[in-house]
């Protein structure tokens, strides 16, 4: 009878050396490394993404690493997988860049302004909430993701990404949306499922932990939004609410009108 073989996953955080371990355990094992990595599948940015050196690879047999072009397309389904996830933010695909004007290139250049605006990507928070939410629908499962805020200027000198403006409300309006429309399209409870980018990410100005700007407010926002699903029977109404990001007021009023609301067929109970 043939032995039935193993898979072992390896999942965990940019450089926490998954790849270094992959590699001992395959070699130990003698076993094979699948990459399930949705970038170290292209072939022309090999250094950026960090890919298995060739003495790496002539060590452990290595699939599914660098074998297609960044010019051409690539999805869940060609990788052969049943979903895939977002991963907020891609400031590649949004516009209104700040500061890229030639009138913010001469002041650069005299010293005005900063070089580090002109050599930056700086993009209002609620351009990338917008633009996530008009991405288009795609054929396959994919589940969304959210993310409260992003800055990976410590991470880069030049070309990083700073999303600025970024507040709880806007946030948890974000939020909001997603965990409707999950509710919504998601046929079973196993697929509703929401992602958040990211817990901890310090080093890239991406995290719900506490800091000193915002102290609790995002996990506050969090939790507050993730009420909606146990809501399922008095699921709020949205037709009638503006969904305008850059109107954070508004989620304050529309959580305070249904908080009072709550209150006041409790007492009519």
């Not at 997603?178 to 990410?201: M, R």
């Not at 000193?212 to 609410?241: C, F, V």
Request: aromatic share 12%; glycine share 4%; charged share 25%.
């Amino acid at each position: 009878m043939e032995q039935e073989k193993k898979v072992i996953l390896l999942a965990g955080p940019t450089a926490s050396g998954k790849s270094k371990l992959a590699l001992q355990l395959a070699k130990n094992l003698n076993g094979e490394i699948i990459n399930a990595d949705s970038m170290q599948v292209y072939n022309e940015i090999f250094i950026l993404t960090s890919r298995p050196t060739l003495q790496d690879t002539n060590i452990v047999k290595h699939h599914l690493y660098g074998f297609n072009s960044v010019k051409q397309k690539f999805s869940a389904p060609d990788f052969g997988f049943d979903a895939d996830v977002e991963f907020p933010p891609f400031s590649w695909q949004l516009g209104n860049v700040k500061y890229r004007t030639p009138i913010s290139k001469y002041l650069s250049k005299t010293g005005i302004l900063p070089k580090a605006f002109t050599e930056r990507k700086i993009i209002d928070y609620s351009d990338l909430v917008n633009g996530m939410l008009k991405r288009p629908t795609v054929t396959w499962q994919r589940f969304n993701c959210v993310s409260p805020s992003w800055d990976n200027s410590s991470r880069r000198v030049k070309g990083g990404s700073i999303f600025i403006n970024s507040t709880p409300e806007k946030y948890g309006e974000w939020l909001r949306q997603v965990i409707l429309k999950t509710l919504d399209k998601k046929s079973t409870d196993d697929e509703k499922i929401v992602f958040i980018n990211a817990w901890n990410e310090w080093a890239e100005g991406n995290h719900l932990e506490p800091d000193q700007k915002w102290g609790h407010d995002y996990l506050l926002m969090t939790q507050k939004m993730l009420s909606i699903s146990h809501e399922k029977t008095n699921k709020p109404n949205t037709a009638n609410l503006k969904e305008d990001i850059q109107a954070p007021y508004l989620t304050k009023l529309y959580w305070t009108f249904i908080e009072k609301l709550k209150k006041h067929l409790e007492f009519l109970k």
